[in-house]
């Protein structure tokens, strides 16, 4: 009996198996099929053989990012290989050229900084200095529910800032379950609690360049056409946007679900008695102010992210905090993403395919400075139901073809609004997060969801457009 019912759960996985790989093939050769029409339909107008090709790219490479037929991080490599095999041969293409400047978004400096944020992250997590910013965030705000929300979701914040938003979000939300647990989920302040960590998280990570994807594409795209923003740039209009964002929704939870006043037993948290290399934390906490202080002193030393981003590479791996395992576990997939957003980027405007669509924008009925607002709000909405990610990688080449101040300032809005979409658990992996702990309906995520569609393109566009008027 027990072989029989094996078999029988051998043969439906295989089944379910095949299905899934039918489903992804044929909706890989819809997105095709579809692309292939649309492109037939745009080459009427007479662009040209190479404004065509990129086209097809682009509109293949929203619907696979769209449906995930193949995952965001394939999408990627098969816009960069496409684009090698459309402009480095004749086989698409009546004439080849050059192809170094597809290839070497690769070794781009926004590259390099994630990665160089990536180690660091995974050190901070190996000596557990991720858990301790949760022990000095209990220690410092203490009982007062209110008081511990806020102290909860700024740790969250800055932590996300320079480590993974994903990683963040589940060493928060681990920490305070046995608490959710003792108060009930249908405690309001379990909701807060479940709402509040991830959505800090998420705009947290608009502080720093290497705090959210969205923000390395935007500063990579601006580079492409001559504006290159350093560290301290960024973290001049992303630090207190986010931080702003946070302390305003932190507000409104208050607000929402009437947590002043209530009583909390924080006995039930979660303790780590663990013990950590001294040795191995004094480490990270060097490297971790050295790769910080290099990048903050660009404008002093002038050494390249992308020089200065091997600092904690070296280091990490030479005090043996990180070993080739760790090495093995970083998101690699997300550089693989980034690179071929990148490089899709630099296509649509080699090509002059951004200044067509952006022509046609032009010609709609709205006036020039209206349009940032248009692009943070579809980045918003687009985000929370795709990869923001992908989202930024689509609208950041169009925005930068605007002509300035609009074309530096739109691209860091799209960039600020797609870390806002937290209307659905799919919309980040950090409100997924939540979500899995079982804890939570996916219904109380409209609250945050609603509150930054509107608040997060609303800020964005106050603070960068500030930012843009004091930095030209």
């Not at 053989?49 to 619907?63: A, D, K, Q």
């Not at 480095?88 to 293409?93: P, S, V």
């Not at 169009?398 to 101040?405: N, R, T």
Request: proline share 5%; glycine share 8%; charged share 10%.
């Amino acid at each position: 009996m027990l072989d029989n019912d094996s078999r029988r759960a051998a043969f439906k996985w295989y089944r379910r198996l095949k299905l899934n790989w039918v489903f992804t093939t044929s909706t890989f050769a819809g997105n095709f099929l579809l692309a292939l029409t649309f492109t037939w339909l745009f080459s009427g107008l007479g662009h040209g053989e190479e404004v065509n090709f990129v086209f097809f790219i682009t509109i293949l490479s929203i619907g696979l990012w769209v449906t995930e037929a193949i995952p965001p991080f394939a999408v990627g490599i098969f816009i960069i290989a496409m684009l090698s095999l459309g402009f480095g041969t004749e086989y698409i293409l009546d004439e080849s050229g050059p192809i170094d400047r597809y290839l070497g978004a690769w070794t781009s400096n926004v590259i390099w900084l994630l990665l160089g944020g990536f180690f660091l992250a995974k050190g901070m997590s190996v000596v557990n200095l991720d858990r301790a910013l949760f022990r000095f965030t209990i220690k410092r705000f203490g009982n007062s529910p209110d008081r511990l929300l806020l102290g909860l979701m700024v740790t969250t914040a800055l932590g996300s800032m320079v480590m993974s938003n994903t990683a963040t979000t589940a060493m928060m939300v681990s920490s305070v379950v046995p608490l959710i647990l003792i108060l009930g989920k249908e405690s309001n302040y379990s909701k807060a609690l479940l709402i509040g960590i991830p959505a800090a998280a998420s705009v947290g990570g608009i502080g720093t360049i290497i705090g959210s994807t969205p923000n390395a594409i935007a500063v990579g795209a601006l580079q492409e056409v001559g504006i290159n923003i350093t560290f301290v740039e960024w973290m001049v209009v992303g630090f207190p946007t986010g931080l702003i964002l946070v302390y305003i929704f932190w507000r409104y939870l208050k607000n929402h679900f009437e947590i002043q006043g209530m009583d909390i037993d924080l006995s039930s948290l979660k303790r780590d008695d663990s013990k950590t290399d001294l040795f191995k934390k004094r480490a990270v906490l060097f490297t971790l102010v050295a790769t910080i202080g290099l990048w903050l002193t660009e404008p002093l030393h002038g050494l390249p992210v992308a020089a200065t981003s091997a600092t904690p590479m070296v280091l990490l791996t030479l005090t043996q905090v990180i070993t080739a395992d760790h090495v093995r576990s970083l998101p690699w997939d997300t550089l693989m993403l980034v690179a071929g957003g990148l490089a899709m980027g630099i296509a649509i405007v080699d090509v002059g395919l951004a200044n067509i669509i952006m022509l046609s924008i032009y010609q709609l009925p709205f006036p020039i400075f209206v349009l940032p607002a248009i692009f943070a709000l579809i980045g918003v909405l687009v985000s929370n139901v795709m990869s923001n990610t992908a989202a930024a990688a689509i609208l950041v080449p169009l925005a930068v073809a605007l002509p300035l101040p609009y074309g530096m300032a739109a691209p860091v809005i799209v960039a600020i609004a797609c870390s806002c979409a937290l209307l659905l658990p799919v919309s980040t992996p950090s409100n997924a997060i939540s979500f899995g702990t079982g804890l939570i309906e996916q219904k109380e995520f409209r609250a945050g969801g609603y509150f930054f569609i509107i608040a997060g393109p609303l800020a964005a566009i106050v603070s960068v457009l500030l930012w843009v008027i004091f930095y030209m």
